[in-house]
């Protein structure tokens, strides 16, 4: 049950879904934008199909635990697969197509949602303790991975043979994916005291009571959250607040800032997955102070080489590389902790109500720091969020 043989099935369908989901969900709204020409509706069309979806994650991390987690992840990969096939073959010119494209995808988050809390159990259970944060580190290497590669590759064919050919190569990933879960080796637990009487009121009750009477989870679900608030807003307003309006930095080159990042991220993974001498998890505290001080050290180095922009662009470039190597070593720990400490009879509801929590915050700490930024500047933004950041640490952990 523990071979490393069904953990690499179970990373690499993982890899195949990941590089199916962010294949088409980079195009989604590009194709929305190019059929209607409005940005409003394109927005719109993105945020109907992914918040319904969010509030019942609870219930679907609920029905996780309660079904066997290797058939879970078989139904959502051939299901999905089914969904991107049904929208291949429906022609473009049919007038209900935009609803139906919505409702699938719609569905299709769904399946995102149950197919990542199943698949961080079973990781759980096929994994022996001492060795998830190792294969999260691989996880993680295979994540951002297909992080980089699928989006520019699906903007590559999407502007080149139109969107048919993405639903296409998706739906051939999907059904790649499900084909090959089939053959992990997996016994579902028995054992399921998390779980009442079946009324999904009491268990969803009782998932929240478990966090909040458990103080060192509740600590950093509390803190993972506040990550997702102050810092998780990178990409869509500091980064380009920094670089494009302050420091006038070529929009060509903006791109390199998150190349860095990811090589980093892909760096710490190997670098976790290698590692036999260094106990992470007692590390995490500091690597989240060093992680923020690099941060609040580029806000304040904005404010110094304000007449050398290119410079700094460089210097940007660097922190960023050392951020994302930073950045997996707390986020590898923190999750390889959640998945050992948290029982397996809870780990559904645990999940559900992360990303729900992360669903929540990720939006509102973009709206608060866009408005920050907009009154001191999205380097100051950067200084105070992180020192925002340094202090719940102190607290937390």
Known sequence: MNSKKNVWLLLVGRCVSKFGSAFYLIVFPLYILETTGSLVKSGFFFSVSS?????ITPLIGLAVEKNNRKWVLVFCDFATAMIYSFLLVIPEKFNGYMFCLLLGTMLIHGMDNAFEISSKMIFSELVPAELIEKYNGIKSILDNGTAVIAPALGTALFGIWGFKIVLLIVAAAYFLSALQECFIIYQKPDKRVGLKSGNWRRDLADGISYVKNNPMVLRLFMLVMALNFFVANADEIINPGIIIQIHHIPQHLFGMISTAAVFGTIVAGFFIYKNTKIDMKSALKKNMIFNSVLMLGLGVLSLLFMKYPMIYFLIYVVLNFMIGIITTCVNVPLSSYFQVQVPIE???????????????????GISYTGLLAEMVGADVAYI?????????VCLCV
Do not use: K
């Not at 918040?51 to 509030?55: D, E, F, N, S, T």
């Not at 809870?346 to 509102?364: D, E, H, K, M, N």
């Open 346 to 364: 809870y780990q559904g509801r645990f999940f559900a109500l992360l990303t729900v929590a992360s669903g929540l915050l990720i939006p509102l």
């Open 51 to 55: 918040l319904p979806v969010l509030l």
């Open 384 to 392: 105070i969020n992180n020192i925002c950041v340094i202090v719940i």
